[in-house]
C-alpha cells in the first residue's frame, strides 16, 4: 500500500477534478443559458478549437486500462501491442481526410444521426443501440475493472467499493457539466496522466541501466523478439504482421471514426480546420504510448530477470505450477520502483485515465439516448426534457457497467479481452460507414440488413468460440477474425444493394464522395496547421517508426 501523503496527494487531485469540473460546466451553461440548451449540454455550443479536441481524444481512448494493459502487455509480449496505438495514428488520418467533412457539413449531433442521413432510421436506431452497449462494455465497464485492480492493490480498499467512488464523482461532474466540463477536465487528466507515465518510464529506464542492459537480458533469456512489433507467421501471441494489416483496421474505423464516444469531440468542433486538425495532433501524441505505457512493462520482465523486481505478492499456483498475474504488474512498479512523494502522481495519473474514460463515455451515451432514442418517441420534447432524459440514461449505464465486472474479470489479459469484444462488434458497422462513405451505390436496405446480419454474425461466432474453444473457430486470432467477419459484412452488404439498389434523397447524395481526392480539395490553413501537411508528416513518421521496431 501506499504512504498517507501519496494517499493524500491522489485524493486532493480527485477533489480538484470534480471542483473544476462542476465549475466549467456551470459556468459555460450559465454564459449560455439563451442559446440552444442541448447543443451547449451535449456539443459544447460547437465551440472546440484544434488542441482541445486532439487532447480529449486521446484522454478518452487512453484510461485506466492502457496504463495497466500496456504494462501488462509489455511484461508479457513486449512491444507487440504497440501496434494498437501507432496503427491508431493511420485511422485517425482517414477521420480527419475522409469522415470529418460530411460529419460537420450535415451537422449532426450523433453518429446514428449521420447513418440516418446516408441510410435510414433503422440503420440509426441499431447503431445508436450497438453505440451504447459498446460504450457501457468498452469504455467504462474495463475502464472500472483496470481501476478497481489497481486501487484495491495500493489503498488495500474494496475493489468494487473504490471504482463506484471514483465513478460516482465522474458521474456527477459529466452530469451536471455535459461535454464543456468532459473536455476541460480531459484536457488536465491528459496532461497529468501523460507526466505520470514519463515518471514511470524514466525510473524504470534507470533502474535498469540503461536500454542496453535491458536487451541485454533478454538476449540471455533468449526474449529478443520482445521488441518486435511485426511478428512471423506462427507466432504464439496470435498476432502476426498480416493480423495486424488485416485486421487492426477493421477495429481501428469504428473505433475513431464510428464510435461516438470518441467522434463526439470532433462533433463538437468550432468548424472543419479544427474537426481536421484535433484528430492530426491526437495521432501524433498516439506515438507517446509505446515508449511510456508498453516500454516500462518490458522493463518491469527485465528487471524481474534481474531480482530488482519481487514479483512474488502477483503469483499463484495454477495446476501445481507457480503463475504469474500480470495484471498487477503496474501497481507492483509503482509500490517497489516509485520514490514516496512521487507516487501520489501516478495514482492521480491512473485515476485520470479512469475518471476521463467515464467522463466520455456517459456524454456520449447521454448523448445518443437523448437524440437517437427520446427525440424519437418525444420528437417536440424541449431541451431541457432532452438533457434530463441524458442524465438518467448516463446513470442507468454506469449501474449496468458495475454489474458487468465480475464477468470481464474473467481474462487473463485486458487488453486482449477488450480487443476480443471489439473485433466481433465492430466489423459490420466499419462497413456500413465505410461503404456509405465511398461508394455511393450502397443502399439504405443493405446497410440496415448488414448491420442486422452482421452484427448476429459477431454475437454466435464470439459465443460458440468461448463455449468450444478447442474448435476451427475457437482457434482463430480475434484480429483475424475481425477481418473474416468484415469481408463477410462487405460481400453481404454488396449482394444485397444490388437487391435493393440505392435511392438517394437530396441529402444522402450529399454524403459520400465521388472520388477519395474529392475530400482533398478544401484548401484548409495556411503553412504547418495545414491538415494535408500534417497528414503526409504523420505517414511519414509512423512508417519510419515501424521500420525501426519491425
Same mark, same amino acid.
Request: some cysteine; charged content about 10%.
Given at each position: 500500500?501506499?504512504?498517507?501523503?501519496?494517499?493524500?496527494?491522489?485524493?486532493?487531485?480527485?477533489?480538484?477534478?470534480?471542483?473544476?469540473?462542476? %465549475?466549467?460546466?456551470? #459556468?459555460? #451553461? =450559465?454564459? =449560455?443559458?439563451?442559446?440552444?440548451?442541448?447543443?451547449?449540454?451535449?456539443?459544447?455550443?460547437?465551440?472546440?478549437?484544434?488542441?482541445?479536441?486532439?487532447?480529449?481524444?486521446?484522454?478518452?481512448?487512453?484510461?485506466?486500462?492502457?496504463?495497466?494493459?500496456?504494462?501488462?502487455?509489455?511484461? *508479457?509480449?513486449?512491444?507487440?501491442?504497440?501496434?494498437?496505438? %501507432?496503427?491508431?495514428?493511420?485511422?485517425?488520418?482517414?477521420?480527419?481526410?475522409?469522415?470529418?467533412?460530411?460529419?460537420?457539413?450535415? $451537422?449532426?449531433?450523433?453518429?446514428? *444521426?449521420?447513418?440516418?442521413?446516408?441510410?435510414?432510421?433503422?440503420? #440509426?436506431?441499431?447503431?445508436?443501440?450497438?453505440?451504447?452497449?459498446?460504450?457501457?462494455?468498452? +469504455?467504462?465497464?474495463?475502464?472500472?475493472l483496470a481501476g478497481g485492480i489497481v486501487l484495491q492493490t495500493l489503498f488495500g480498499v474494496n475493489m468494487y467499493t473504490s471504482v463506484i467512488i471514483i465513478a460516482v464523482i465522474t458521474t456527477i461532474y459529466t452530469v451536471v457539466g455535459g461535454l464543456k466540463a468532459v473536455v476541460v477536465t480531459e484536457s488536465i487528466q491528459t496532461v497529468v496522466l501523460l507526466s505520470g507515465a514519463v515518471i514511470m518510464s524514466v525510473v524504470a529506464y534507470n533502474k535498469m541501466g540503461g536500454w542496453d542492459n535491458m536487451? +541485454?537480458?533478454?538476449?540471455?533469456?533468449?526474449?529478443?523478439?520482445?521488441?518486435?512489433?511485426?511478428?512471423? +507467421?506462427? *507466432? !504464439?501471441?496470435?498476432?502476426?504482421?498480416?493480423?495486424?494489416?488485416?485486421?487492426? @483496421?477493421?477495429?481501428?474505423?469504428?473505433?475513431?471514426?464510428? *464510435?461516438?464516444?470518441?467522434?463526439q469531440r470532433v462533433l463538437g468542433a468550432k468548424d472543419e480546420n479544427h474537426a481536421r486538425v484535433g484528430p492530426l495532433f491526437c495521432g501524433f501524441i498516439k506515438i507517446l504510448p509505446v515508449f511510456i505505457f508498453v516500454m516500462p512493462g518490458l522493463f518491469a520482465y527485465a528487471l524481474y530477470q534481474t531480482g530488482h523486481l519481487n514479483l512474488s505478492s502477483i503469483k499463484t499456483m495454477a495446476a501445481g505450477k507457480e503463475v504469474v498475474n500480470s495484471k498487477g504488474i503496474y501497481t507492483l512498479m509503482i509500490l517497489q520502483l516509485i520514490p514516496k512523494g512521487l507516487a501520489g502522481v501516478l495514482v492521480a495519473a491512473l485515476l485520470s485515465g479512469l475518471m476521463s474514460q467515464i467522463s466520455g463515455a456517459l456524454n456520449s451515451i447521454s448523448t445518443m439516448a437523448s437524440y437517437d432514442i427520446y427525440k424519437r418517441y418525444k420528437p417536440d420534447a424541449s431541451d431541457e426534457r432532452l438533457v434530463k432524459a441524458g442524465k438518467i440514461a448516463a446513470g442507468l449505464s454506469f449501474v449496468l457497467s458495475l454489474l458487468l465486472l465480475p464477468l470481464l474479470n474473467s481474462y487473463e489479459s485486458i487488453f486482449n479481452g477488450l480487443n476480443d469484444i471489439i473485433a466481433h462488434?465492430?466489423? @459490420?458497422?466499419?462497413?456500413?460507414? /465505410?461503404?456509405?462513405?465511398?461508394?455511393? #451505390?450502397? !443502399?439504405?436496405?443493405?446497410?440496415?440488413?448488414?448491420?442486422?446480419?452482421?452484427?448476429?454474425?459477431?454475437?454466435?461466432?464470439?459465443?460458440?468460440?468461448?463455449?468450444?474453444?478447442q474448435s476451427i473457430? $475457437?482457434?482463430? @486470432?480475434?484480429?483475424?477474425?475481425?477481418?473474416?467477419?468484415?469481408?463477410?459484412?462487405?460481400?453481404?452488404?454488396?449482394?444485397?444493394?444490388?437487391?435493393? @439498389?440505392?435511392?438517394?434523397?437530396?441529402?444522402?447524395?450529399?454524403?459520400?464522395?465521388?472520388?477519395? /481526392?474529392e475530400s482533398l480539395q478544401s484548401p484548409g490553413w495556411q503553412g504547418f496547421g495545414n491538415y494535408k501537411f500534417l497528414s503526409v508528416l504523420l505517414i511519414g513518421v509512423m512508417v519510419v517508426l515501424f521500420w525501426i521496431f519491425r
Open positions: 500500500m501506499i504512504g498517507s501523503f501519496d494517499a493524500t496527494v491522489s485524493i486532493l487531485y480527485v477533489i480538484v477534478i470534480l471542483a473544476i469540473g462542476l %465549475w466549467t460546466g456551470l #459556468r459555460h #451553461r =450559465n454564459a =449560455n443559458k439563451k442559446g440552444n440548451v442541448a447543443s451547449e449540454y451535449f456539443l459544447a455550443g460547437k465551440s472546440l478549437k484544434w488542441p482541445m479536441i486532439g487532447l480529449a481524444l486521446f484522454a478518452t481512448n487512453i484510461s485506466c486500462v492502457h496504463l495497466v494493459s500496456l504494462a501488462q502487455s509489455g511484461f *508479457d509480449t513486449g512491444l507487440l501491442n504497440g501496434t494498437f496505438e %501507432w496503427m491508431a495514428s493511420f485511422t485517425l488520418i482517414l477521420l480527419a481526410l475522409f469522415f470529418v467533412p460530411f460529419y460537420i457539413k450535415s $451537422g449532426v449531433s450523433t453518429l446514428p *444521426d449521420f447513418l440516418e442521413k446516408r441510410y435510414n432510421r433503422a440503420s #440509426r436506431d441499431w447503431l445508436a443501440f450497438i453505440s451504447i452497449l459498446s460504450a457501457i462494455i468498452i +469504455h467504462i465497464s474495463f475502464s472500472l536487451v +541485454h537480458v533478454l538476449q540471455q533469456n533468449n526474449q529478443l523478439n520482445k521488441l518486435s512489433m511485426m511478428r512471423p +507467421h506462427g *507466432d !504464439s501471441s496470435g498476432l502476426p504482421w498480416y493480423a495486424v494489416l488485416l485486421g487492426y @483496421p477493421v477495429l481501428g474505423i469504428w473505433y475513431w471514426c464510428a *464510435d461516438q464516444t470518441i467522434v462488434i465492430a466489423p @459490420p458497422i466499419t462497413c456500413v460507414f /465505410l461503404l456509405g462513405v465511398f461508394w455511393g #451505390r450502397a !443502399s439504405a436496405k443493405s446497410a440496415q440488413l448488414t448491420l442486422y446480419i452482421g452484427s448476429a454474425a459477431g454475437v454466435l461466432v464470439f459465443a460458440y468460440s468461448k463455449l468450444l474453444p473457430l $475457437g482457434q482463430i @486470432p480475434f484480429m483475424m477474425m475481425a477481418f473474416y467477419l468484415f469481408v463477410f459484412c462487405v460481400l453481404l452488404q454488396v449482394c444485397i444493394t444490388f437487391l435493393y @439498389p440505392a435511392q438517394h434523397t437530396a441529402e444522402s447524395s450529399k454524403l459520400y464522395w465521388r472520388s477519395p /481526392l
